[in-house]
């Protein structure tokens, strides 16, 4: 979006009125494969029946199905894959339709435009790209490429960008953030981001997601425990806890490991909220693996917790595998699993109640109308749990403001979330710059030009 925005183009979220439609996919499992083809089907009656005069297919799918897409679906003028991000251009404006498949190699970096789709106090950052991890399950290595990191100064540059132009959160993300800097020769590197980032002022907390398990280093721990401006939350996938499902994912370890090491981390950093993820109904989970699964989870008492039911792509490394297991047990062993979360999390809420604390106001709710949002610093945007604002107002009549820290007393709590309502608001922070990452279109493009490109993630509310 950057890009073509910087050429002249003109964005909207309204597949109706735009002349390039671009559907921005996903590949990584079978669901997102279908609503990515479902979605460029939609697109394609626009391009039949509206405005559009061209549609562009970009993202993970191309990379493993560049030809059949083409072939398949004739109303698709262009495809870019992830390798190939800058060349969006080529396909917008000119006859660029087919690029030979090549490994992914694209990384952005400070200078890059970007549009930032967040809301403006709380940004995303990727500082590394692909990955270089076995785990037969995946296929993101094939469509993200071998693991590339990000320059350390480029990093910090659009941290400090983005905390000037007004924001208050940063998340660093990347396929394998705990291993960011190994490529470049730096030891403890995500170590040694973080605590520069620390210093970056405007910025209320810096965290980062995906740790790989083997990767935690004392180091990082002990730099998370020292900077207010860290986020004391650590989310570290451990897919599975029995050994024996763990050798077969090519991931190593097991659940007495993870446990000293979750052990760890709370000694080193007090209060710190834990995330992790599982994948349940691995090819070979027996229901022996499965009830080890769920003692890990009984002890571990984490404070979020994902599960995904194992899904077959067909060139991952388990496809291959025997013993799969049926769906409905798959589904069954979910809603067993995160039955004994929400106990979990129910329990470990409720030592919230009565209590104040620091949250980072996010604005009306998507899920009520008659409420608002926050987060607390161990609650990572839209994946955890929420707190949810009854009363915005303080008595001298203020109101607090989407991107406003607050101190926020806590007045209930459920299973997932809490409930509370503003009782203090923090000095606000003036954004000091717009948005560098968002450069002004340099040249008004000429009317006859192609010049409104849909996105694709907004797009999705249509389908
Ligand atoms: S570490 Fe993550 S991205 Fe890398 S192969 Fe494993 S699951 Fe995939």
Redesign the pocket.
Known sequence: MGILTHEGFELTPRADEAEILVVNTCSFIESAQKESVDTILEMAEHKKFGAAKKLIVAGCLVERFRDEILEKIPEVDAVVGTGEVERILEAAQGDLRVLPAAPPAFLYHELTPRIVTTPRHAAYIKIAEG?????T??I??QL?GKFRSRRFESVVREAENLAAAGAREITLIG??TTSYGEDLGLRDGLALLLEKLAQVEDLLWVRFL?A?PNRVTQKLLDTLAAHPRLAKYIDM?L?HASRNVLARMK?GSHGDAFLKLLERMRATIPGVSLRTSFIVGFPGETEADFAELCGFVRAAKLDWMGVFEYSDVDNAGSHALEDKVDPEIINDRRNRLMAIQKKISRKNLTAWKGRTAIGLVEGPSKDNPLVWEARLEGMAPEIDGKLYLTDIELPSGETAQTGDVARVEILKTDAYDLIGRVAELLPRREPRANLASVPTPRVAPPTEKLTRIATGAPLRVLA
Request: proline share 18%.
């Open positions: 990955c270089d991890h076995p785990c399950f995946c993101i290595p993200r396929q394998d995906y790989y996938p897919q991931r």
